[in-house]
């Protein structure tokens, strides 16, 4: 019996979800009729056609093709696989290759001449309904209403016609959300930072746009594509459309703006719709450009400086970046001013409470005399330090004893071997020697599978490995002075390094640090490499039976204050 897939989409042109479970429907009636097996069925719901790239239904089905377990796909048409005329020769070239074919209700069983013909009808479809609805839009603009979505500070207008139509486009006020409006205006028109602005929105409990937590990019936007809140035309009564367009890259399937030309741009006045009077509106512009030539004149200083950097000795790389948290609000600290670390959630957004900062050189400071002094000295440490030596070095003594027997044995059944062979030379053959031969055969087969299979010794742990765990750290602190050894170095030192919590003490600029580390990454000590300038490495390499010492292990965590 045929074995076949059915597939399903619904997109923006179609938006019903039971649109899917019709396609099915209509599918399996189609497959009774052919008597055809169904096997599975692959769906994407609201996505649009125009690209596979980001369909998993389409991907999956791609993926079961090549692993052959169909050989019909069916759908209700072409343009459901796909509107796209290149995504349409793909996909029909990929289920070629696997040897399955397409065949839909509308056009039959799909050809090379069906995809060229319908592949360009379809894209035909979607150039013309683009320039319909860009129509329609503009149209609607023209007289005063939006041509998107919801902005800040207005509700949507819900009624409907003389014909029962809904009305769309329509906008009205939201009082509440206007008095945010002009707050950040004053605000930003008086010198305030975007940062300043949302910690105190946040801080006051001010729902930000669709609920969230107001960020400073939702403030100053970009300036070209008119984007953030000061820049929105709108709450000065005029509403501006087709500032950008959208393009599909086609590579990740993602849309990316793009600024059409200014004579491409329609702008209609709604002054029923203005949140902010002109001369606030004026203020915020001259404030927006006095900051645009003080970045500049920073940016300009920037390359001098990175510029004369690169002549000499190249900056190195923040040795614990990534790896610092805030034990107030869980979130990451990061360089936050010049060499000084603080918590992200704090000076980005204003939702923590933790404002204590620390050098960048006075941490790392910090955390390295953690590793050597305060993370294996604990009792804790020793304790687990010496159980999985102990198990180790038994592990090791009990596979050495296996595979001196297995020797003995070995050397055992060759001397029978050898005594069978010879009574056969001097006529001695028995029928009882073949049975004894093929069982002594099968032992040696089966030692020597072993003797195979029997990975190398793990190193014997020694007993005082936290004091050599110190003495390597020691050493790879000590690389990091040398340009040729930091990047290993450094390497090895983060995967020391779990996790760093930096919670804020009682006093004025006291940080409290809890170091956490990996207990694996502490044991996976090895000794220098013969010729290698290496300074002892810390590894990941695990052999033999440390495996199952490893999983008893590998979730355990060493922390201690530092």
Known sequence: MTRIALYARYSSDMQSASSIEDQFRICREQAAQEKWKIVSSYKDAAISGASIIQRPGVQALLQ?????????????????????????????????????????LSEGEISELHVGLKGTMNALFLKDLAAKTHRGMRGRVEKGKAGGGLCYGYDVVKRLDGNGEPVRGERKINEAEAAIVRRIFREFAAGKSPKAIVTDLNRDGIPGPFGHAWGHTTIRGHVNRGTGIVNNELYSGMLVWNRLRYMKNPTTGTRVPRINPESGWVRTEVPELRLIDEDLWQAVRRRQEQIAKEFENVTRGVRAAMAQKLNGLRRPAFLFSGLLT????????????TDRYGCLNRYRQGTCDNGHTITREKIEQRILSGLTEKLVSADAVAEAVRGYAEAINQQNRERRAQTDLDR????????????????????????????????????????????????????????????????????????????????????????????????????????HAVLRGALMGILDVVAEPRGSRSPGVITKAVAGPRIQIQKALESEQLSGAF
């Not at 169909?70 to 290759?97: G, N, P, W, Y």
């Not at 805030?326 to 001013?337: A, F, K, N």
């Open 326 to 337: 805030c034990g107030c609000c869980g979130g990451q600290y990061g360089i936050v001013t």
């Open 64 to 104: 079961d093709a090549g692993a052959g377990k169909f050989e019909i796909v069916l759908a209700e048409a072409l343009d459901r696989i796909s509107r796209d005329q290149a995504d349409v020769a793909t996909i029909f070239k990929h289920l070629k290759f696997a040897g399955a074919k397409i065949v839909t």
């Open 408 to 511: 003995k044995v070995l050397e055992k059944i060759d001397r029978g071997i050898a005594g069978i062979m010879a009574a056969i030379e001097d006529g001695m053959y028995q029928p009882a020697m073949k049975v004894r031969m093929d069982d002594l055969e099968r032992q040696k087969g089966d030692i020597l599978a072993r003797m195979r299979d029997v990975p190398a010794d793990a190193p014997d742990i020694h007993p005082n490995i936290a004091e050599l765990y110190r003495t390597k750290v020691n050493h790879l602190t000590a690389a990091l002075a040398d340009p040729e050894l930091r990047t290993e170095a450094a390497e090895a030192i983060r995967s020391l390094v779990g996790e760093v919590v930096l919670t804020p003490g009682s006093k004025r600029g006291e940080i």
